[in-house]
């Protein structure tokens, strides 16, 4: 398996993980008050970022219909402004954006 390769199956195994850990939240506001899976869900967005850190720059220049950039600007935005996280914006993240991430990265493998 490639360092590539890895770093895929990384990304969707962090996707999976938020997406059972916020699967009991109705909406934004009671995803941000269950701290302990608030928390890991953050922990698996900077994973995400980081895992695509390490993707080679020829398959981020060949699969540039997938947002790499904007996805390691959120993993800096969580890692280093903690605090000032908007939970509606993550929820939106959880619910219409780790679906389509998912199913685009799967479509790589």
């Known amino acids: 398996m490639s360092k590539d390769e890895l770093s ?7 996707i999976d993980t938020i997406l059972l850990y916020s699967r ?3 909406n934004a506001d009671d995803f941000y008050h269950d701290r302990k899976s608030f928390d890991a869900c953050m922990i698996h967005f900077i994973n ?7 993707l080679s720059p020829a398959f981020r220049t060949d699969h540039q219909n997938i947002p790499w950039q ?16 908007d939970a509606e914006e993550i929820w939106d993240i959880i619910e219409n954006h780790l679906p ?8 790589l493998l």
């Open 100 to 107: 389509v991430l998912k199913i685009n990265i799967q479509s």
């Open 8 to 14: 895929l199956y990384t990304i969707i195994e962090s």
């Open 70 to 85: 904007e996805i390691k600007d959120f993993r800096n935005l969580v890692a280093h402004n903690y605090f000032g996280i």
């Open 24 to 26: 009991s939240s109705q």
């Open 48 to 54: 995400i970022g980081e895992m695509i850190d390490r």
